[in-house]
């Protein structure tokens, strides 16, 4: 249309319009944040078959794994690499039976193990001592998992012994829980404070009044401070043994402390 029938237009109609161009530029932003999405997208939706297909190229489960380990297409560096996720994948069946308190089913997987030449790990039976300790009274079982470590060159750590003697004291075997302590000991292994108050624990109930005085001794050479309840255990021990002396000694001195001990 040209100026002059714009005009005209115009002035028969009585309105006057005027056109400016637009100055804001903040729709071609939008335009541009816009467009950046939707690549991304394409770009998310593009790789979901490649991902899900990374995903089932590897064995994740324990049967998978067993059964592509077998594989004499793999690599040194696989095998390898497959071989720790199946000692992973064992490991992590046996402490989830041990949370069931299914120990025989924790055992059938180490037994498993065994069938298909994976090597066992100190973890591992640490997880498998574990089960046979956690509220199930397996203490026999946790004591002999023990003793084959050695025989399979595995040095049992703090948490082996911890959770042997956890065994034995949910099973009220005293004796045997400070029999491991004690080997504990021999070990080299330095006990943590959870280690000192199981055996003050087996002290206090089997009456074993010395034991528990050089205990109490020992937290103190290693720089732990006793509390109240170590205190309470100690005490009691010495009650039940029947000697009153020392039992005033240690609560003494547990009042000097600040300790209010309840006896």
């Not at 069931?100 to 498998?128: C, F, G, K, P």
């Not at 046979?132 to 009274?137: I, S």
């Not at 703090?158 to 045997?176: I, L, P």
């Amino acid at each position: 249309m040209s100026e002059q029938t714009w005009a005209s237009c115009s002035e028969h109609s009585h309105v006057t319009l005027q056109l400016r161009p637009r100055r804001d530029p903040r729709w071609k932003l939008g335009l541009l944040g816009i467009q950046l999405f939707a690549a991304l997208y394409c770009a998310y939706l593009s790789d979901i078959p490649e991902a899900f297909a990374r995903k089932h190229a590897h064995p994740a489960t324990k049967r998978e794994l067993l059964a592509a380990i077998q594989s004499p297409d793999l690599s040194l560096q696989d095998q390898r690499s497959m071989l720790t996720s199946l000692q992973g994948a064992f490991e992590a069946d046996i402490a989830k039976w041990g949370h069931r308190r299914q120990w025989h089913v924790a055992l059938a997987d180490l037994d498993e193990m065994r069938m298909h030449s994976v090597e066992e790990t100190v973890s591992i039976y640490n997880a498998a001592i574990h089960a046979c300790g956690e509220k199930v009274r397996q203490w026999e079982r946790a004591m002999v998992l023990l003793e084959e470590m050695s025989h399979k060159s595995l040095v049992p750590n703090r948490n082996s012994y911890r959770r042997a003697m956890n065994a034995c004291t949910r099973s009220s075997q005293w004796g045997k829980a400070l029999e491991l302590y004690e080997e504990m000991k021999l070990q080299k292994l330095s006990p943590d404070e959870d280690l000192f108050s199981s055996a003050l624990y087996a002290c206090q109930m089997s009456a074993t009044w010395q034991a528990a005085l050089v205990y109490l001794q020992d937290m103190e050479a290693l720089e732990f401070e006793p509390g109240g309840d170590e205190f309470n255990k100690v005490i009691d021990a010495c009650d039940r043994a029947g000697v009153e002396t020392w039992s005033q000694f240690v609560e003494d001195e547990a009042a000097s402390r600040g300790f209010e001990l309840q006896i």
